[in-house]
């Protein structure tokens, strides 16, 4: 799938700056999930779904998982089903047309099936979010970022823009196959024309907070030591009770140290590298010998969707929150490139490195790949 | 109780930096608390106590809480209870002879009982001590830092120097009411020639990891929120796998950015206001009211041993991981110097103030002060 798009001139001008309508971005988009499949997979527990809709002229939040769908009606609401890309390798190929963008910022991708006038209301995200418009059609308005937009909560789990009101720079009604940019932080309302799917394709960008508290597990869970606060020079002159402005300067400065260091950066890699939610690790163990007699048959293998293999600045390899071995140039690039489903056979250049194939081994173990046997056409059984 | 130290010399030329021996630090001294009424601490399920004791040779550590102690024999171990202070006030009355030290920085008082030749070997510490001699004599040695300095385990609860050799600047037999001060990180050694106590006055110095997952935790618990990642200029040049040199920057310079603001210095000062256990809150509701009708009786009020109140750079009252409202200066000071149990009674400042009195009954109902009834004489009963 290729996404129509001046990648220079996005990222210049767009990109966590202003709102974008892609006319056609998708060109013959055909819908990457049946609703009758996405209403199923929110029957699920482990999924994480959502119904908002428009009741009395107030708003209701359900969650899932969902029994049936009968009660809500033919028209108002709205099902929102988050990382389908984990559960539907079809959805998950969506995001290949996202790569000129960090592989570590990628959320996922949340599907929504939308009756005739549902939507969730005017609101904003803390996510730059594209919405690819599939089967059916919506009215969209997208504002740009306003210091004047306020949020309330006509629901405690549901937050919209008090009055509802905001400017557009983007009214349009989408078809098939086009696609919306919004950046973080822009007002934006849409409503279903007809039953229609959008698909959001998210970018975190975790707060100041997120971020201290990922870097800080990581280090605790690293058991390296770190230095201690010291003192600054005291003196006998304030009373024990008050802390002194050069004391919060002391804690500052040995935090900000710590961050400038290889650790620190280390960490901050670490977190980067991990997946959204935490990966199931392989029910069986492998051995390196199990591994290298599979490559002979025509076992597939593949990422697991939400997996993340990063490089870091340095050149190291990043996965799981983990660093990895060192590994030659070949086997290291052919990790990272390695995504969608493949014959094990055609990875030679890490079959050929047992450092590289123990590596694999251990990612298989974690749950960052996976080994799946091809699957057999039907008429085959 | 009166530390005999020059204060000013000491904070210039020890703490923190060098080892002192102070004899006859406090003159005249007896012991705070009987062994017998140590080893039934130690037999309480809430207190973390341990007896380390050499063994054919080598190291054995347990862990309270304990049942009897006969099976220990009548030399070679020592029973170690951390923070005594919390239990009986007269050992609690002995922090107020440092007071001349950061209050937020006092980390407990630890109480060992030890038998002939007892002791927990040559190591180092992450804290800065003051060791009183209590009843009993022991011979410490004590070193200066240095980098030569290997910790090893003979023993998975304990640390021990390797070899158990470091050159001693101190070395000396101590004799009740001798104190010893031992800065983090230098070695020393302590062996009891008889039956003896020792009390060890603990000051934290908490890690760089330690800070930054202390300050996420106040931060998230705020629920305000906080700058969010933003992406450097992207160009379309690197893999989507590679992460970016300038994009580490960027999570720093968040972070850093996050530091200095009043929230982040906020958020250390909340830290530094926790007590080293979380405080069990009142069982009863109280109201100002029925405090201000308390002020006619003889009912006394103290604070938890344990428990901070501080006073910010900025002049704002902290207590428990919490900033408590502004209150005028002399109730602010009535409240920080509020330690030992007094007469509710003695308090105009604080119960001349509605204010401030719904602030009392605020530390009151969250544990950090606490009302007592004055205990009648045993004769009167
Ligand atoms: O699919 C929808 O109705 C809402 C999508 C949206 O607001 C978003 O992805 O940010
Ligand atoms: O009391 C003891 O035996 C050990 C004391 C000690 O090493 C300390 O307080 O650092
Ligand atoms: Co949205
Ligand atoms: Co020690």
């Known amino acids: 799938m290729e996404l129509n798009l001046n990648r220079a001139d996005f990222l210049a001008n767009h990109w966590q700056k202003k709102p974008l309508l892609l006319r056609n971005g998708f060109a ?5 999930i049946e609703p009758e499949l996405l209403a199923g997979l929110a029957m699920e527990e482990a999924v994480d779904a959502r119904i908002i809709r428009q009741v009395n002229n107030g708003w209701d939040v359900e969650h899932g998982p969902f029994e049936d769908y009968e009660r809500f009606g033919d028209v108002d609401w709205t099902l929102l089903v988050q990382a389908v890309n984990e559960w539907f390798p079809e959805v998950q190929e969506l995001l290949s047309a996202f790569r000129f963008l960090p592989d ?5 991708v949340m599907v929504s099936f939308a009756t005739e006038n549902g939507g969730v209301g005017p609101h904003l995200d803390q996510y730059d979010v594209f919405i690819i418009q599939g089967g059916g059609r919506r009215h969209w308005r997208v504002g740009e970022r306003a210091s004047n937009l306020v949020e309330v909560c006509p629901h405690p789990d ?8 905001f400017e557009a720079v983007i009214d349009a009604i989408l078809e098939p196959g086009d696609v919306l940019y919004i950046p973080a932080g822009c007002p934006h309302n849409g409503i ?7 698909y959001s ?3 975190r960008a975790p707060n100041s907070a997120e971020w201290l508290a990922q870097i800080a597990d990581q280090l605790l869970a690293s ?3 770190f230095p201690r606060y010291q003192d600054p020079e005291l003196t006998t002159e304030s009373p024990s009770y008050q802390v002194r402005a050069d004391e919060v300067a002391q804690v500052r400065e040995l935090l900000i140290t710590q961050l400038h260091t290889a650790i620190g950066a280390d960490a901050i890699t670490r977190v980067m590298s991990q997946s959204k939610r935490p990966l199931a690790a392989a029910e069986n163990t492998l051995s390196t010998n199990e591994l ?22 340095t050149g190291e390899l990043y996965s799981n929150g983990e660093i990895l071995p060192q590994l030659n140039e070949s086997a290291t690039t052919a990790l990272l490139e390695l995504r969608s489903e493949q014959p094990l056979a055609h ?16 990612l298989i173990q974690q749950g960052v790949l996976y080994l799946v046997q091809e699957v057999a056409d039907e008429d085959d059984s």
Do not use: H
Not at 28 to 32: G, H, M, R
Not at 104 to 108: C, E, G, I, N, Q
Not at 292 to 313: F, H, K, V
């Open 28 to 32: 013959n988009f055909a819908d990457l």
């Open 192 to 198: 279903a024309l007809e039953p229609s799917i959008n």
């Open 292 to 313: 290298l007699s599979y490559a002979s048959t025509d076992m597939l293998i593949g990422r697991t969707p939400g997996a993340r293999i990063l490089r870091s600045p």
């Open 347 to 362: 990875l030679d250049q890490i079959l050929g490195d047992r450092q590289a194939c123990e590596c694999l081994v251990e």
């Open 223 to 225: 058991e390296l030591s």
């Open 158 to 165: 549901l937050k919209q823009l008090e009055n509802g009101q």
């Open 104 to 108: 570590w910022r990628v959320d996922d």
């Open 201 to 203: 394709v998210g970018f």
